[in-house]
């Protein structure tokens, strides 16, 4: 009988992230599981794409859609589009998305018309705002999920809310985190890795410095509400100098509104992840409109301020280092100055242990055991 074969779906940055430790796991599983990497191309750039596969040592992709650029509806239309014509040309028995971008949808959305399995891994994440585009592709994509993966409790409590089966629920961890420390550890042991990240890290010697990422539309596509956010930025660097690696989105919005970061903010191209993590993992707070970098800092036990007004991950709040500020200048101050104030929190989610994609695969490979024929 021929093995069961997974199409593992990726197409961003933070895709990348989650996907390298399942692929890891994947490989170890290979007299249960088969696999093909599809790569829907939706970030194509080195900065933002490429590097990753060098620093994660992921294999090239089986498949690249080549589907980047244009709005959500043109995006999403083009990466169904692709991925329905590379599964009839390579049929397979489940599709697993992570996360939720644009391309996470579109893959669930062909792969559910097509009659195929559906695996979410990092289900059940709810902000309540239904006004950022991730919130949609999460709910969407879980409404037709056949098995869902959590990060956190609170994840498995929304989609029981939903209405999904138990059974079809796994708490399993982050394997998000995963990465995070299979990476750490290369870094501690090659630091020249470290690369960009490195080299302004190691410019401030012993002295404090924060971080900032910024992409959210929300936060960077209202001229007001950017500048309201770096003049807030401006003030807490008057007293913390901020490192601030602008993604290309930002960049553009920056130049845009005529905005200057100011002499005390650095700014830099994107820095790939061993790059970032080699910055930020000693840094004295992250600001950041990342849901990832929440994470990432919770688990190294590095302040997070967040600049949103609600999070989909509960968990960097009750059980970790997290601190929502909100957009509006004031809020952002303050909460910068609070998490600064005291040591960052020592408490970790639960299943935050580096095996979350150890235990994916694990119920992935039982939920086809008792199945005849397939991959046939």
């Given at each position: ?60 992709p089986d498949a690249f859609l080549g589907c980047q650029g244009g709005s959500h509806a043109e995006g999403t239309g083009r990466i169904m589009m692709a991925m329905e014509e590379e599964l009839l040309r ?91 420390f299979h990476q750490a550890e290369r870094l501690a042991s090659d630091p020249a890795r470290g690369g960009r990240g490195k080299a302004v890290r190691d410019e401030f010697g012993d002295k404090p410095y ?20 770096v003049g807030a930025l401006q003030i807490i660097a008057r007293d913390l100098p901020l490192v601030f690696p602008m993604h290309p989105r930002t960049r553009t919005r920056f130049a845009a509104a005529g ?118």
């Open positions: 009988m021929n093995l069961p074969q997974i199409a593992l779906v990726a197409g961003t940055r933070p895709n990348f992230v989650k996907i390298a430790p399942l692929i890891r796991a994947f490989e170890r599983a290979s007299d249960r599981l088969g696999y093909r990497l599809i790569h829907t191309g939706q970030h194509s750039d080195r900065d933002m794409n490429t590097v990753f596969f060098e620093e994660f040592d992921i294999p090239q390579h049929p397979v028995d489940a599709v697993l998305v992570v996360g939720d971008v644009n391309s996470t949808l579109a893959a669930a959305l062909v792969a559910k018309k097509m009659q195929l399995d559906l695996i979410h891994v990092e289900a059940g994440l709810r902000s309540g705002d239904r006004k950022m585009p991730e919130e949609i592709n999460r709910m969407a994509t879980d409404a037709i999920t056949d098995l869902f993966f959590t990060t956190e409790p609170a994840a498995n409590a929304a989609l029981r809310k939903e209405g999904h089966p138990e059974e079809c629920i796994h708490f399993v961890g982050n394997v998000m985190i995963d990465n995070l924060g971080v900032v990422t910024l992409h959210r539309p929300g936060n960077v596509d209202d001229p007001e509400t950017l500048a309201g956010i905005l200057e970061p100011g002499p005390r903010i650095l700014v830099t191209p994107p820095l790939s992840y061993m790059e970032f993590l080699a910055l930020w993992r000693e840094a004295e707070v992250v600001l950041t409109d990342s849901g990832g970098v929440q994470e990432e800092c919770t688990a190294l036990g590095v302040r997070c301020v967040t600049l949103r007004d609600t999070t989909e991950r509960p968990a960097t709040l009750s059980d970790g280092t997290n601190m929502l500020a909100g957009i509006e200048p004031a809020g952002i101050i303050e909460a910068t100055a609070r998490s600064r104030s005291s040591p960052p929190s020592s408490r970790r989610p639960a299943l935050w242990d580096g095996r979350a994609a150890e235990r994916t695969v694990e119920a992935i490979a039982r939920h086809f055991a008792g199945r005849t024929g397939a991959g046939s």
